[in-house]
């Protein structure tokens, strides 16, 4: 019954976060690129959904500052590429900083996608 529950919470969320984020951008408010494939089309992080289009996560504004809303979907999902928010991106350091949380480790993730 829980799970069910869970469920239908999940896809609620889901759907009302796709009617929110429609209404910022087409993209979404925050958008993360996640160096490895995406697996799932939706993922949670806290109060947030985060729905795959294109094989970046996108998501509507949040009541989260920037960094921890990246760092987030660091630990969820991996390391990320890129992260922006409001269509603007995170530089080098912002970038490396937020997947300095990413789960699995930034580092491994990130260099193993390097070119040779």
């Known amino acids: 019954m829980i799970r069910s529950m869970f469920a239908a919470v999940l896809t609620s969320a889901a759907f009302l976060a796709s009617a929110g984020a429609s209404a910022q951008t087409a993209g979404g408010y925050f958008a993360a690129t996640p160096v490895a494939t995406a697996t799932k089309d939706v993922v949670m992080t806290r109060e947030t959904p985060w729905n795959l289009r294109d094989g970046v996560y996108v998501a509507g504004k949040a009541p989260v500052r920037e960094m921890v809303a990246c760092q987030m979907m660091a630990q969820t999902v991996g390391a990320l590429s890129a992260f922006t ?31 040779k």
Not at 101 to 111: E, I, L, P, T
């Open 85 to 115: 928010v409001a269509g603007k991106a995170f530089d080098d350091a912002a970038l490396s900083q937020c997947n300095s949380k990413a789960r699995g480790g930034a580092a491994a993730k990130v260099a193993s996608n390097q070119p």
